[in-house]
Nanobody, 119 residues
Framework: QVQLVESGGGSVQAGRSLRLSCTGPGSASKRCAINWYRQAAGKQREWVASIRTDGKTSYADSVKGRFGISEDQATDTVYLQMNSLKPEYTAMYSC?????????????WGQGTQVTVSS
């Protein structure tokens, strides 16, 4: 299995930006999509954004226009740029491989990185 490590979270005021990092996809990023998810306290985990192996990106409607997902193969990192943050974006953010069953099972959920947005 591939171990992904999330970082970059923190506590910020509404309207500010954060950039999250997902390190360690390695060669998996050439075979699998990389997805970002978030889980707020007391709520179910929800999908946030994806980057496919062909570089195409997709976003949840709630973050479209505010978030950007990108990949830097030189540093083996997938980034989630989060702009104009809202308090409702407060959650634990995690990354994971996705796509077919092989990709889905390739990584376990990591510890995630906490994002807290205050009003």
């Amino acid at each position: 299995q591939v171990q992904l490590v999330e970082s970059g979270g923190g506590s910020v005021q509404a309207g500010r930006s954060l950039r999250l990092s997902c390190t360690g996809p390695g060669s998996a990023s050439k075979r699998c999509a990389i997805n970002w998810y978030r889980q707020a306290a007391g709520k179910q985990r929800e999908w946030v954004a994806s980057i496919r192996t062909d570089g195409k990106t997709s976003y949840a409607d709630s973050v479209k226009g505010r978030f950007g997902i990108s990949e830097d193969q030189a540093t083996d990192t997938v980034y989630l740029q989060m702009n104009s943050l809202k308090p409702e974006y407060t959650a634990m953010y995690s990354c994971k491989t996705g796509g077919d069953n092989y990709c889905i099972s390739l990584t376990d959920w990591g510890q995630g990185t906490q994002v807290t947005v205050s009003s």
